[in-house]
């Protein structure tokens, strides 16, 4: 009775509960990811249920309409009334007659696979397609719950009325105290770390700035006499301003990030500066369009596993998973090259290199799926073109 009762848990969290999870877990990605655990017991547990139901409905109806209008063949061998019986039998402390067949609990165990797979994917496409869109701009629903990364975009609720095509950078300037010195920094937004609770833990800024200032004392005149030779034999030092009674010097922080401690934090102010016009728009317009197609071919990838294909290369599970996980590795590759499209053509040259190598290395693994080498001769073939990938990069560097 134990293990009955043990077992209906355990199929009930891995088809009612699991693909919520899944969902959430993989929405709540990024800066937003503490956002997964945020919220009481009760809610949370009312979310994963509902998107883990959204999550079967989503499935059956990719089933359902894959099979009967593209003539669709998933590798299950169940249908409603099996799975009706399973529930039944759970029910009533039964062990299900479905899982004493090889056949069917082998399809059970696939349609399993393939919920998860889609729910996390959904989930993943949902937030995607909310951030791209601004979609969580424009419905409250939607709003993730880290105020803070609202009040670093530039937007009509911070008092700034955007046209279409403006492109803003958001600017910090951080004052910090530490040890009775207070010290300010200056950069570009990179983001706001918080902690489980959504307070402040660190800001990260871009290309830091560190202003420096003097009172025009004798005791300090060593010190400002040393910063101006400083300024002459440095670049990154520069006079920033000098009033009657004091000077300020500007010196370029080395290294590209900057992490402050928020604990250090006096006040921040904050710049919204325009940057770009209408052409901004139009290439971010190509850059969403490109990534919901890239998850969309995703998807399909991710259920091609689970689909019968007359195709002697694709006869079965396991050589539809590797087709499928090397076809994501080179996808992924070529992702990344055509967002480097858009960045300075050094940037872009770069990536194009070492990209068409890393995608060559891995399109040699097709050799196997195709049948034109066994699984020796391509793993051979592979670490080969690993090797020289490797010499050919370790040589530009």
Known sequence: MNFTIALNTIIYVMVFLFPGILFRKFYYTGKFSNQFNHGNLLERFLWILFLSIVSLVLSGFIIYYATDYFSVEFIHNIDFRTVSKIFESLATNKYPDAFT??????????????????????????????????????????????????????????GINRKWGDNFRTYLDVLSSKKDKEELYRGRLKQFVLD???????????????????????????????????????????????????????????????????????N??????????????VKLAIVRFTLIFFYIILLGLAIFPM???????????????????????????????????????????????????????????????????????????????????????????
Request: glycine content about 2%; overall charge neutral.
């Open 268 to 281: 921040i102010n904050i710049t919204y500066l325009k940057i770009s016009n209408s052409f901004f728009h």
């Open 101 to 158: 067949n090889e056949v069917q609990l082998t399809s059970i165990g696939a349609v399993v696979l393939l919920i998860w797979i889609l729910s996390a994917i959904s989930g993943l496409f949902s937030y995607y397609f909310v951030t791209l869109f601004n979609l969580d701009h424009v419905f409250s629903a939607l709003r993730f719950n880290n105020d803070w990364h609202y009040i670093g975009i530039a937007s009509k609720e911070n």
């Open 307 to 397: 689909v019968k294909v007359p195709i002697k290369y694709f006869d079965t599970f396991l050589e539809r998973a590797f087709f499928t996980i090397v076809s994501i590795f080179i996808l992924t590759i070529f992702l990344d090259l055509f967002k480097s499209f858009f960045q300075v053509k050094s940037v872009f040259y770069k990536k194009l290199k070492e990209n068409i190598i890393f995608a060559a290395m891995f399109s040699t693994l097709y050799l196997y799926v195709f049948e034109f080498a066994n699984g020796w001769v391509t793993a051979v073939v592979f670490f080969i073109a690993f090797i020289c990938a490797g010499v050919f990069l370790q040589q530009k560097k």
């Open 196 to 266: 489980k609770d959504n307070k402040i833990e660190h800001i990260v800024i871009e290309s830091p700035l560190k202003f420096i200032s003097f009172d025009k004392t004798p005791e300090n005149q060593i010190k400002i006499d040393a910063l101006h030779e400083a300024c002459v034999s440095t670049p990154s030092f520069v006079v920033h301003k000098e009033f009657i009674d004091k000077i300020v010097f500007k010196k370029e922080i080395e290294g590209k990030i900057f992490v402050l401690p928020y604990e250090n934090v006096v």
